[in-house]
């Protein structure tokens, strides 16, 4: 949010991802897009509903674009997307070269990475709901003057989509609050279904503005101890958990999440429901981001992925006594 304003030309701060792919969709028209399969159904469901054509590149086993594959592929005037995965930074030197050269764009997916810079990138979006308890809120820049961002008219969050959230964000903290885990399972299945309420009300393609609530909770958030103690977290879960994933950035970043692998003969659900009976939610990331083709075998980097990791929480409410008891 404090990054330098220098490089980019415009800014536009919407509701939602996929309402911001749709903007940029209607600003550039491309004609192909390029996406890794395991990506979120927000940033490929926009380009689906718009029928532009997709292509799919190949990961490494550090989820990095797999260049080569990706050159193979690569279509003229196309929008190659990048994502950081889980906030973990994706070098996008020789991407760029690459894209450049066949006259494409590079649209950087932060999300994960809500302190990333995105030096290389002709437009990056960036999500705060996947670091702030706010009911939207992302913001898309653009570095191309010919794609205007700032130019998006938008329509004010109505209460259909606001309430099911703040219900969400209720039962969440009941759920901190409970020493019952039993009604710890029912609150969250109350949370779950709360939250799916208010995402089919808001995946719709429409250009919702941020909200002002939103607004009010990020002038009130201090970004540089949210940085500092993910960044913390991080680096203890390195220390603490030998069995991390092929991510090791030499300086520890400020993450969305930890990935931690889990090897035969324990599987990912055996582990998910021990630490969910300790009152640790983990993550998959699998319900709305596995898009590989059915059938299709090239990717097994990235079905091997899927069925090996587990996500664990590194956010302001993890304490070192925490990352200790779940090593």
Same mark, same amino acid.
């Given at each position: 949010? &404090?990054?330098?304003?220098?490089?980019?030309?415009?800014?536009?701060?919407?509701?939602?991802?996929?309402?911001?792919?749709?903007?940029?969709?209607?600003?550039?028209?491309?004609?192909?897009?390029?996406?890794?399969?395991?990506?979120?159904?927000?940033?490929?469901?926009?380009?689906?509903?718009?029928?532009?054509?997709?292509?799919?590149?190949?990961? &490494?086993?550090?989820?990095?674009?797999?260049?080569?594959?990706?050159?193979?592929?690569?279509?003229?005037?196309?929008?190659?997307?990048?994502?950081?995965?889980?906030?973990? /930074?994706?070098?996008?030197?020789? /991407?760029?070269?690459?894209?450049?050269?066949?006259?494409?764009?590079?649209? $950087?997916?932060?999300?994960?990475?809500?302190?990333?810079?995105?030096?290389?990138?002709?437009?990056?979006?960036?999500?705060?709901?996947?670091?702030?308890?706010?009911?939207?809120?992302?913001? =898309?820049?653009?570095?191309? @003057?010919?794609?205007?961002?700032?130019?998006? =008219?938008?329509?004010?969050?109505?209460?259909?989509?606001?309430?099911?959230?703040?219900?969400?964000?209720?039962?969440?903290?009941?759920?901190? @609050?409970?020493?019952?885990?039993?009604?710890?399972?029912?609150?969250?299945? $109350?949370?779950?279904?709360?939250? $799916?309420?208010?995402?089919?009300?808001?995946?719709? /393609?429409?250009?919702?503005?941020?909200?002002?609530?939103?607004?009010? =909770?990020?002038?009130?958030? #201090?970004? #540089?101890?949210?940085?500092?103690?993910?960044?913390?977290?991080?680096?203890?879960?390195?220390?603490?958990?030998?069995?991390?994933?092929?991510?090791?950035?030499?300086?520890?970043?400020?993450?969305?999440?930890?990935?931690?692998?889990?090897?035969?003969? /324990?599987?990912?659900?055996?582990?998910?429901?021990?630490?969910?009976?300790?009152?640790?939610?983990?993550?998959?990331?699998?319900?709305?981001?596995?898009?590989?083709?059915?059938?299709?075998?090239?990717?097994?980097?990235?079905?091997?992925?899927?069925?090996?990791?587990?996500?664990?929480?590194?956010?302001?409410?993890?304490?070192?006594?925490?990352? &200790?008891?779940?090593?």
């Amino acid at each position: 949010l &404090r990054h330098s304003q220098k490089n980019w030309t415009s800014e536009a701060r919407v509701a939602t991802g996929r309402s911001a792919v749709k903007l940029l969709i209607s600003l550039t028209t491309p004609k192909a897009v390029l996406l890794p399969v395991y990506c979120p159904e927000g940033i490929i469901v926009p380009f689906q509903r718009y029928n532009v054509p997709i292509k799919f590149y190949k990961l &490494r086993e550090d989820l990095r674009p797999d260049l080569d594959h990706l050159q193979k592929v690569m279509a003229k005037d196309a929008l190659v997307v990048v994502i950081h995965f889980f906030g973990f /930074l994706t070098e996008t030197g020789a /991407l760029k070269e690459i894209i450049s050269n066949a006259g494409g764009l590079l649209f $950087e997916d932060c999300a994960h990475a809500l302190f990333a810079k995105a030096p290389d990138a002709d437009v990056a979006l960036w999500s705060l709901n996947k670091f702030l308890p706010v009911v939207d809120g992302a913001i =898309i820049r653009s570095r191309r @003057r010919e794609i205007d961002v700032s130019k998006a =008219i938008c329509q004010a969050l109505p209460p259909r989509v606001s309430n099911p959230y703040h219900q969400h964000l209720d039962l969440n903290a009941r759920i901190v @609050r409970t020493t019952d885990p039993k009604q710890a399972e029912d609150l969250l299945n $109350e949370s779950q279904l709360a939250y $799916e309420d208010y995402y089919s009300q808001i995946q719709d /393609l429409i250009l919702y503005s941020q909200s002002s609530e939103t607004n009010t =909770i990020v002038a009130d958030t #201090d970004f #540089d101890a949210m940085k500092s103690s993910r960044s913390h977290n991080a680096a203890s879960y390195y220390k603490t958990i030998p069995e991390c994933f092929v991510f090791r950035p030499k300086v520890p970043v400020a993450p969305f999440a930890y990935p931690i692998v889990v090897r035969p003969p /324990l599987n990912c659900e055996r582990v998910y429901d021990a630490l969910l009976g300790v009152g640790v939610l983990p993550s998959r990331l699998i319900d709305k981001w596995d898009h590989i083709p059915k059938g299709d075998d090239r990717f097994g980097i990235e079905h091997t992925f899927m069925d090996q990791h587990l996500l664990l929480p590194v956010g302001e409410e993890v304490t070192p006594d925490d990352i &200790r008891r779940l090593g």
